[in-house]
């Protein structure tokens, strides 16, 4: 596709900054701002607009400006203190390559879905590992959310195009604060993505209520830890 090889071209003329172990802590950082910027502003019209309500998935719970900065401190710090050691790791041990030919089409969708399935995978073990364990649950528990260790590997085991790889952050970043979001629109990715094997936030929301369940839709099917039935009662009912 042609579009990709000039976004491609683009890059590669940039290749003193792509090259710069810092650059995926501050791409990280741009991506993952860039995606929360507008559910940040529906939670602050949330209160003044009953049309932006009707979406949030339990509307009682209020943001504040004391919250939003505490959250974005706890941003700072992640990609100080987790992601740019890993970046420079990664850029110790692996030079960035700059092939001259960007990825078609197919090829990136194909590599995206295989590092996503990759990822679930990972994270439905790791996730449930912290469930299972009460010392890992406590000491570890809201750790996870802010390891972006398999984001970085999987890509370099699976061969990826380094492109690839930017588009497939980039997709992991938005999948995941949708996720955690709070709001559920008629365009929600899961609404989009065939045979419920994307829970959503509803779906997310649910695991954070009972903890033990709606890790990742696909495998808690496999591992008996899905609960789709009743999910706007049990909402309704925590909301009480």
Same mark, same amino acid.
């Given at each position: ?5 000039? =976004? &491609?071209?683009? #890059?590669?003329?940039?290749? /003193?900054?792509?090259?710069?172990? @810092? ?5 990280? *950082? ?94 439905? =073990? &790791?996730?449930? #590992?912290?469930?299972?364990? /009460?010392?890992?649950?406590?000491? @570890? ?5 802010? *390891? ?93």
């Amino acid at each position: 596709m042609i579009f990709l090889q000039i =976004l &491609w071209d683009w #890059l590669r003329e940039r290749q /003193s900054l792509i090259r710069s172990p @810092f650059f995926p802590v501050f791409f990280s *950082l741009i991506i993952y701002l860039s995606c929360c910027f507008p559910y940040v502003c529906l939670d602050l019209l949330c209160s003044k607009l009953a049309l932006v309500r009707r979406f949030k998935i339990q509307p009682q719970s209020q943001v504040t400006w004391a919250a939003t900065c505490g959250c974005l401190r706890k941003i700072l710090r992640n990609h100080a203190c987790f992601i740019f050691p890993l970046s420079v790791v990664h850029w110790y041990w692996k030079a960035v390559v700059s092939p001259p030919l960007a990825p078609d089409t197919l090829s990136v969708v194909r590599d995206v879905l295989a590092c996503l399935l990759l990822f679930d995978t990972q994270y439905f =073990l &790791w996730h449930l #590992l912290h469930h299972k364990v /009460s010392w890992l649950y406590l000491v @570890f528990h809201k750790e996870h959310h802010r *390891l972006f260790f398999f984001t970085t590997l999987n890509p370099s085991l699976l061969n990826c195009h380094p492109l690839t790889e930017m588009l497939f952050f980039i997709t992991n970043i938005y999948l995941s604060v949708e996720a955690h979001s709070g709001y559920e629109f008629p365009w929600s990715t899961h609404r989009l993505v065939p045979f419920g094997l994307y829970g959503g936030a509803q779906h997310h929301d649910l695991h954070h209520l009972k903890f033990k369940v709606n890790y990742f839709t696909h495998w808690d099917r496999l591992f008996g830890t899905l609960q789709r039935e009743h999910i706007d009662t049990e909402v309704k009912k925590h909301r009480l």
